[in-house]
């Protein structure tokens, strides 16, 4: 019974980690683009090059 | 129609918006993209200028945000830089409803998020319950303990994503109506209340789950119907940037710069160019020119302008450029009057009764009736006050419309998702559902029977040959129009152009002259026609008349509508003649030719006091008021803004059949809600009387929800393939 307790509070606190993701995916923007962004990973970026 | 910026020397600065740390952002509207390569190039050409700190393109948008570090940047050399590439931009002005309304969108994700965690969270807490543990492995400790956790969590998640129903809710009841957000706030509140109740009193009905499920299913629904919008919105506002409401001014110092339209100052220089429309209501200090009115009045005869005379925003010149000093700003234009009888007419369309609420109309009596009499004959039968109000508030929640709340926005989305592939744009829902129920078509003439160009008619293909040389050398429609007909060959030499008179040049060796009777020297002809003089210097003048030719299929449009039922009819602003000539040729027997603005409206009232719900069909300016005014409205993408503005749906392209495509989509997806709603009802008076004999126990309230759903998402989804037939 016990690891209820503890499970419980765990698996909502986990949840809420995800919610905070989602929230701040939200307030910085990664929503606006999505079309540039799926693009954009396909770009070589010149500040990637190995060195 | 596109602008094309005289580049040389033009000063776009007025487009520059200032940020708090001193640098300067300019907006653009870029054309032309389509892949990830698109994006590198634009990105590196506009980030390679001088002054330019950072450039972003974003694709999902079609906008290109350039940053200029300190301030002092040039727009024209990013707009340059960019056509080099390959790409058209437009300056663009975001305005602050954008912005506003992209805060309410990522309110309601923010919602759905929220109620997307609470639902799953609270479900698992639910599961032991639903899957009839209790009683064997665990014990009813456990199963508060369950509860009280789902409440936690599930309340304050209900109330969060539950805002935007009951703010809705709110205002509709204090406006002495009921809309659909009334029963949905009532079925969640009560359903949160009633679960506290239990909860405490330990016993079996919590629904806490239920609650948040039926509002994240419910937001999809709201989410779906905001981008509907938002998309609506950006599109019509990318045609009108397209459009370039910008004037140019010619400051002290003698230079030229482009202003956006709403920055012109009475007493500004303006200079207007051939091609160009009037920015504001204006006086002519030098130039002469011919106007184009067709967009003002509807009528296609130019007519000619100079110095001292005064000419109306909207009006387009034709030949000259002609320098003009502002005798208004844009809001107090000529325009202004009919912006105000657009107004009138929107205020009357707002009355409109959206389908979803007329619904709840109906729905929200019975079902708080049927709810109050199983709570009196509950009690009364025997069964105790606590069962009964049980048995009452189960009424309430398992008849909460969920189905009804996304019966109608899935399937618009999906109409409307249709049309847009077909180019037209529809800007709002309830457009889509006042276009279905339409019985009577008007249409004006120039512009949307016809495709608004002056096209030559029958001529001789020897004098069209002779005079081509010297109509090749013209910018002005009708030599344009002339020119088009003899197809590619010489120019004449030695052209000089006399604005607003013709045009003068050399061919073999012979002086020739194009352009008004009195220019080339003959007889003043008939004024009904447009049309054009040509001839050598001593010989015989010869004449050339044009007229707006119809769209292709403008007749066969017509007839299309005449077999579903429709009643068609012509109100133009035009000569008797054409548009008697129009009408005949496209087969409509019902026309009046001359109308004023206002007589037009006059015309949508009047159908409106017979209770004939009519479609406008119109482009210019003269049809704005008559727009506001219809049951429906359209527009061609070639339309003013103050008729873009004042049409509920905005077809692109030369096929006037997009009337014909829009009239079957609404009314397929009419069809579509109200099986959706039939269904829904079918649902209520089988779960109803059964949540009133308390058979109802939350494993088949939450199929039953769901399923409910589903089926209304599905029957919504046809629309993608209703009426392909024509």
Not at chain 2, 570 to 586: F, H, K, M, R, W
């Amino acid at each position: 019974m016990n690891i209820v307790l503890m499970l419980a509070p765990m698996s909502v606190f986990l949840a809420l980690v995800g919610l905070g993701a989602f929230w701040w995916t939200l307030k910085s923007g990664q929503y606006d683009d999505p079309r540039g962004d799926a693009s954009r990973i396909l770009l070589d970026d010149p500040d990637d090059r190995p060195l | 129609m596109a602008l094309t910026y005289d580049l040389a020397g033009a000063d776009l600065s007025g487009f520059l918006r200032p940020r708090e740390d001193g640098a300067q952002t300019l907006e653009l509207l870029v054309k032309g993209i389509h892949c990830a390569g698109c994006l590198v190039t634009i990105e590196r050409e506009a980030g390679a200028l001088p002054g330019v700190s950072q450039a972003r393109m974003n694709l999902t948008t079609g906008k290109l945000v350039v940053t200029f570090a300190g301030g002092g940047g040039d727009p024209a050399a990013v707009i340059q830089a960019l056509e080099r590439s390959g790409y058209t931009a437009t300056p663009f002005d975001p305005g602050q409803a954008a912005a506003d309304h992209d805060r309410e969108g990522r309110r309601l994700v923010m919602a759905l998020g929220v109620a997307a965690f609470g639902a799953g969270n609270a479900m698992m807490f639910s599961v032991p319950l639903w899957a009839g543990l209790f009683g064997q492995e665990l014990g009813p400790a456990t199963r508060v303990l369950m509860q009280w956790l789902s409440a936690i969590i599930g309340a304050p998640c209900a109330v969060y994503a539950g805002m935007p129903f009951f703010e809705s809710a709110w205002r509709s009841l204090r406006a002495g109506r009921a809309n659909m957000d009334v029963p949905i706030s009532i079925g969640v509140i009560l359903t949160l209340a009633i679960s506290f109740v239990e909860t405490l009193l330990h016993g079996r009905d919590a629904y806490f789950d239920a609650a948040v499920t039926l509002l994240f299913l419910l937001l999809i629904g709201r989410w779906l119907d905001h981008q509907l919008r938002v998309r609506a919105r950006s599109a019509a506002a990318d045609l009108l940037a397209l459009q370039a409401p910008s004037a140019v001014v010619v400051g002290a110092d003698g230079r030229e710069r482009h202003m956006p339209l709403s920055e012109v100052a009475v007493g500004d220089r303006l200079v207007v160019r051939p091609g160009e429309r009037i920015p504001v209501d204006a006086r002519v200090l030098s130039g002469a020119s011919d106007l184009d009115n067709a967009m003002l009045t509807g009528e296609t005869r130019p007519v000619p302008v100079e110095a001292g005379e005064i000419c109306r925003a909207g009006a387009l010149n034709l030949s000259g450029a002609l320098r003009l000093e502002a005798l208004a700003r844009s809001e107090d234009s000529a325009v202004a009057a009919i912006a105000r009888l657009v107004e009138a007419g929107a205020q009357s369309k707002s009355l409109y009764v959206r389908l979803a609420d007329k619904a709840a109309a109906v729905y929200v009596p019975v079902v708080h009736s049927a709810a109050a009499l199983t709570f009196v004959c509950g009690w009364l039968l025997g069964l105790g006050p606590r069962e009964a109000l049980l048995r009452a508030v189960a009424v309430l929640i398992i008849t909460c419309p969920c189905a009804l709340g996304l019966a109608v926005p899935a399937v618009q989305i999906a109409a409307s998702s249709r049309l847009f592939r077909r180019g037209v744009l529809v800007k709002s829902g309830a457009a889509l559902e006042r276009l279905a129920e339409i019985e009577h078509v008007v249409f004006d003439k120039t512009g949307v029977l016809t495709e608004g160009r002056p096209q030559l008619l029958d001529a001789a293909p020897s004098a069209v040959a002779m005079a081509a040389p010297l109509a090749r050398a013209s910018a002005h429609p009708l030599a344009r129009a002339l020119a088009a007909e003899a197809g590619p060959g010489p120019s004449a030499s030695e052209v000089l152009e006399v604005a607003g008179q013709g045009i003068e040049g050399v061919i073999d060796g012979r002086r020739v002259r194009l352009g008004r009777a009195a220019f080339v020297g003959a007889p003043a002809g008939s004024a009904g026609e447009t049309e054009l003089w040509f001839g050598f210097e001593g010989e015989a003048k010869t004449r050339f008349s044009f007229s707006d030719r119809l769209r292709p299929d403008a007749a066969q449009a017509v007839a299309a509508l005449r077999r579903r039922g429709l009643t068609v009819e012509i109100l133009s602003g035009d000569l008797a003649g054409p548009v008697a000539e129009a009408a005949a040729t496209v087969g409509v027997d019902a026309w009046r030719a001359g109308l004023t603005p206002a007589e037009k409206a006059a015309a949508l009232d009047d159908l409106r006091a017979q209770g004939r719900k009519a479609l406008m069909v119109g482009d210019g300016l003269n049809d704005a008021a008559a727009l506001a005014k219809a049951h429906a409205a359209m527009a061609p993408g070639t339309a003013l803004e103050a008729s873009q503005n004042a049409a509920d749906l905005v077809f692109s392209g030369d096929q006037l059949s997009a009337v014909v495509e829009a009239v079957d989509v609404a009314r397929a997806a009419r069809a579509r809600a109200l099986e959706n709603f039939g269904f829904a009802a079918l649902y209520n008076a089988v779960a109803a009387p059964a949540a009133m004999l308390g058979l109802i126990n939350p494993f088949v309230a939450a199929l039953a929800m769901s399923g409910s759903s589903l089926v209304v998402t599905l029957n919504a989804l046809r629309m993608h393939v209703a009426g392909t037939k024509t």
